[in-house]
């Protein structure tokens, strides 16, 4: 069904502007006049012209948006000048442009999720999601309330791995471009010298003069082959299998597995949270959930707990019996079901796991940071051992000599 932009007036003769979707202009006048409005204009928007708007944003102007509106929410302000407030002081050019339709959008009929899903590269499905069951339940003040606390915890744990992996991949590049200079410029000087000398090479330097050799010679086969191997893999990790190969084995890297399932599981608890405090079913929380953990094995996990659930199973039977969540969270659900608290024990679980991501980052990558400076101490004193091996054999045969 089309969508057409329109301007009307009121019995009062107020103008009022919105968007609204009708198989005509005719049928767009008749759904107006039967909500006491004249139409002076309208025209229908186009598929590209209704994207255009559309695009994605910084995750703070989502923050500002949540907290704003769910701040004039619960201050009994309608939704409309809560709207407006938020269009006169964003300072994105991109999402004022997507404020400005959701406003008109509105304004035209819509509720508050509809025109939000008008816009889904801004606005996540699961985000629309959960607006929508907190206009249902009449929560959407502490609905959106909750969903800014979520996207600043998010901010939070992006900003922490951002710093955390800093060092680590200052350090594999410094071993990077160290290797590749040595191996280019240093190496290939040497290897005159240590040829000249007549003397049989030891292993570790004729590695090295090998290495040496094939990283000058074929250096554009070599930068073109790791370009292809990098678009092939992201390629296949686009299909099915290759998705669910590559979550299973992030799952069982060390160190990185248990921090990647914590931050997986991090994010369903709190999903999990804000839409059970939303009044939402809790087949329908597995359903919505199932998008959020952002991993297909544990994604998987929570689709073979929902039809569990459907089968008549307890919500913590059901996740038990998938093998994918720790104990201790299973406890914890299954507790917060036999007393009737499960509002209060899902906050538990979140409070746990907001504890216990940041901790893992700093025991994760704390612990690299010896390894990695190793590996770059074995590097630089392999490489020269295996250059000065040979020299050192030479001075040795002269001073025998000598005496």
Request: with cysteine; aromatic share 8%.
């Amino acid at each position: 069904m089309p969508q057409y932009t329109f301007r009307a007036k009121d019995d009062t003769g107020k103008t009022v502007r919105g968007v609204m979707a009708a198989d005509s202009e005719e049928a767009l006048a008749a759904a107006l006049d039967a909500r006491g409005l004249y139409l002076i204009e309208a025209a229908e928007v186009r598929r590209g012209q209704a994207r255009a708007s559309g695009g994605k944003v910084k995750r703070r102007e989502l923050i500002n948006f949540c907290i704003h509106l769910s701040t004039v929410l619960g201050a009994g302000v309608p939704i409309v000048a809560g709207l407006e407030d938020m269009i006169a002081q964003t300072t994105s050019p991109r999402f004022r442009l997507v404020l400005e339709d959701v406003l008109r959008s509105v304004q035209g009929g819509l509720s508050f999720s509809e025109a939000l899903s008008r816009h889904p590269r801004t606005f996540a499905p699961v985000f629309v999601n959960i607006c929508r069951a907190g206009e249902v339940s009449g929560t959407l003040d502490a609905v959106l309330q909750d969903m800014a606390n979520f996207l600043e915890w998010q901010e939070e744990l992006v900003s922490s791995v951002r710093q955390a992996t800093m060092y680590p991949a200052l350090v594999l590049s410094a071993v990077f471009i160290l290797m590749l200079g040595l191996f280019t410029f240093v190496v290939p000087r040497f290897a005159g010298i240590l040829l000249g000398l007549n003397v049989p090479l030891p292993l570790p330097t004729r590695l090295a003069l090998a290495a040496s050799r094939f990283t000058t010679n074929y250096f554009p086969f070599i930068v073109g082959g790791l370009v292809a191997l990098i678009v092939g893999m992201r390629l296949f990790i686009r299909t099915g299998p290759g998705r669910h190969a590559w979550d299973r084995l992030k799952l069982n890297i060390p160190y990185f597995g248990e921090l990647i399932r914590k931050v997986a599981l991090s994010r369903f608890a709190h999903f999990f949270s804000v839409l059970y405090k939303s009044g939402v079913g809790i087949f329908q929380i597995l359903e919505i959930s199932e998008h959020v953990v952002g991993n297909v094995i544990l994604a998987r996990a929570v689709a073979q707990a929902r039809e569990r659930v459907r089968a008549g199973a307890r919500i913590g039977e059901a996740l038990a019996a998938t093998g994918e969540f720790p104990p201790m969270v299973l406890r914890m659900i299954a507790v917060g079901e036999i007393t009737g608290e499960m509002d209060r024990t899902l906050d538990r679980v979140t409070k746990y796991y907001d504890r216990e991501v940041p901790a893992t980052i700093k025991r994760v990558f704390t612990a690299m940071e010896p390894i990695l400076i190793l590996c770059l101490a074995a590097v630089v004193l392999g490489l020269a051992l295996s250059l000065y091996l040979p020299l050192y054999d030479v001075i040795s045969r002269l001073g025998r000599g000598a005496r």
